[in-house]
């Protein structure tokens, strides 16, 4: 059983910087697709960001292109998500996710954490 716990949420002013992280315990690590996704007040769950195993391929929804960067450290079994240049809409609970393939995550299946809030103020 995976265990995925976020970390690094806070409250920052437009424009500002926060990274995220997210420790994975009780599985290979290296083996699961990872993801962050967002669920903002009174909306669904929006994909965000995901990686691959190794790092090599990564994939943005298009209004975080530019602004958020996920990188993964397989001997941290850790998954970040910086973000720069945080706007008012950045707003939400961040949640990540873990799959061995990203078909499980976008079901909305596989491993997730608890989230952590993100509050960008304008």
């Known amino acids: 059983q995976v265990q995925l716990v976020e970390s690094g949420g806070g409250l920052v002013q437009a424009g500002g910087s926060l990274r995220l992280s997210c420790a994975a315990s009780?599985?290979?690590?290296?083996?699961?697709?990872m993801g962050w996704f967002r669920r903002a007040p009174g909306k669904e769950r929006e994909f965000v960001a995901r990686?691959?195993?190794?790092?090599?391929?990564?994939y943005y929804v298009d209004s975080v292109k530019g602004r958020f960067t996920i990188s993964r450290d397989n001997a941290k079994n850790t998954v970040y998500l910086q973000m720069n240049s945080l706007k008012p809409e950045d707003t939400a609970v961040y949640f990540c996710?873990?799959?061995?393939?990203?078909?499980?995550?976008?079901?909305?299946?596989?491993?997730w954490g608890q989230g952590t809030q993100v509050t960008v103020s304008s």
């Open positions: 990686i691959g195993w190794s790092g090599g391929i990564t």
């Open positions: 996710a873990a799959a061995v393939n990203w078909a499980i995550v976008a079901g909305g299946n596989g491993y």
């Open positions: 009780g599985g290979t690590f290296s083996t699961y697709v």
